[in-house]
């Protein structure tokens, strides 16, 4: 097989069907790849001349090179004739666009079986049909089809994202582009007709630039194989996960999306999953947010949490979530030492609060804050701290972010941030995020974010990968 590294930064790339018509799929994609200067870019269509000012090729056998990556965005059984010809010349890597494939049925199997074939025995590899395609902050590749104006692209980060959903794939990245998280790849894999999550799986393991893996999958390629990387991977690197098809009806929407055959119970893939340290979500909301703190943090050692606030109510609620079972994360409040409830009172308004959760009230400055989190860094009986921060209040400034990631990165008890409001916390939330320190805009994520983190801890300590 050859090296994925040249999938995800490519030196040459043709764009079949490529249009100089906007708002075509063909015209999408060269503009879209054409954001990245330094690559060598050749539209193919036997009816254009020049697309975006670049010359147009009549076919991929016409072309100068042999190019890295082959785009398909013309129908699905011309993309069959296409995929033969870059078999024939050597192409490495093809991204098929096309739909029609196996989820509509007998005829589409067959063009897929013949996709298939084509490729047997040749170097060619497949992503897709009915895919997204690949965009890959690390190295400035996009060859998806959404317009840049529609569907911003999330800055280069440390998540790597693998999805059999294009609409679901949108979902997050552009959920990280809103809320400043960074992405390092994201992939399609549409009808995995040849590629498929185990492959990419096998590449991230070892791959630096991936410290959590994201997968939305509505069938395996191949299970064993699945759990076995998911055993090699997991100890050192986080991987959250929807599987579909939890309900009937939610299995045979999933066949109709892109032909999966969605097996297996539901309490199956829970129970599996666990074993496998695998932290299961059930939307794309979940996806990020747990995957976030996941590669921030990786993980925390107990279930022991410190809640340093400026808002009583939400305090209150808070609370509420970390304890309870019922509806609720099933942790617990750490105890607060009478010496550091001391200390934090001289810091603070003789109103305030240093019991946990701890409330610095409306009063609060960036420096107070600031105080009270370095003697909560310094207590044996916390595992982590929920900042909860009402941004509102008049003295807290966008300088807070610098100074809580300074306290967390000397002090290295892991710490998560929620402030909650409209559009006013929202930058300051994204400064948050850029130090580092996952952040959130409501509660229910946040505590959540705590429980993945600290269910990832005893699942280290379970294989020995962390001391008790």
């Known amino acids: 097989m050859l090296p994925l590294d040249l999938l995800f930064d490519p030196s040459s790339i043709a764009i079949v069907g490529a249009s100089d018509h906007t708002g075509k799929i063909g015209n999408t994609v060269v503009f879209n790849v054409l954001q990245s200067k330094k690559r060598r870019i050749y539209p193919v269509n036997p009816n254009e001349k020049e697309v975006l000012g670049l010359k147009c090729y009549p076919s991929i056998s016409s072309l100068p090179e042999v190019v890295d990556l082959a785009v398909l965005a013309v129908p699905a ?41 084509t490729i047997e025995g040749t170097k060619t590899r497949i992503i897709g049909p009915n895919t997204m395609g690949i965009i890959a902050p690390r190295s400035g590749l996009d060859t998806f089809f959404t317009p840049l104006d529609r569907s911003p692209r999330p800055g280069n980060g440390v998540i790597s994202v693998i999805s059999q959903s294009g609409s679901v794939l949108c979902g997050i990245y552009e959920g990280a582009e809103d809320t400043g998280v960074g992405i390092s790849t994201a992939i399609g894999l549409g009808n995995k007709v040849d590629l498929n999550e185990n492959d990419f799986l096998e590449y991230f393991k070892d791959d630096d630039l991936t410290r959590c893996i994201v997968l939305y999958l509505e069938s395996f390629a191949d299970g064993k194989r699945f759990l076995d990387l998911c055993r090699q991977i997991t100890p050192s690197k986080p991987i959250v996960a929807i599987k579909v098809g939890r309900t009937e009806r939610g299995a045979k929407a999933a066949t109709s999306h892109t032909g999966a055959l969605a097996r297996g119970s539901d309490a199956l893939t829970t129970g599996v999953f666990r074993q496998f340290g695998v932290e299961r979500a059930y939307d794309e909301r979940d996806l990020l947010d747990l995957s976030k703190a996941l590669a921030y943090i990786d993980h925390i050692d107990g279930d022991r949490i ?88 008049p003295q807290l400034t966008e300088g807070l972010a610098d100074i809580v990631a300074r306290i967390v990165n000397e002090g290295g008890k892991p710490a998560i941030v929620c402030a909650i409001g409209g559009s006013f916390p929202r930058p300051i939330l994204r400064r948050f995020e850029q130090k580092g320190i996952p952040s959130f805009g409501s509660l229910r994520p946040a505590i959540w974010a705590l429980r993945a983190l600290y269910d990832r801890g005893v699942y280290l300590k379970r294989i020995g990968a962390v001391c008790e």
Not at 92 to 110: K, L, N, Q
Not at 365 to 388: C, F
């Open 77 to 117: 059984r011309l993309s069959v004739e296409v995929i033969e010809e870059c078999a024939n010349v050597g192409v490495p890597y093809v991204i098929c666009i096309a739909a029609g494939f196996s989820e509509i049925g007998d005829e589409g199997r067959a063009l897929e079986e013949r996709m298939r074939k």
């Open 306 to 393: 410190a809640v340093l606030s400026n808002t009583g109510g939400f305090a209150v609620i808070a609370t509420d979530y970390i304890e309870s079972k019922d509806n609720g994360a099933g942790l617990r409040m750490a105890s607060i030492s009478e010496a550091a409830q001391k200390e934090i009172m001289s810091r603070t308004q003789y109103f305030a609060s240093a019991q946990n959760p701890v409330d610095l009230t409306g009063s609060v400055t960036d420096e107070t804050y600031g105080e009270a989190l370095e003697i909560l860094e310094k207590e044996e009986n916390i595992d982590a701290i929920l900042i909860l921060l009402q941004l509102q209040a």
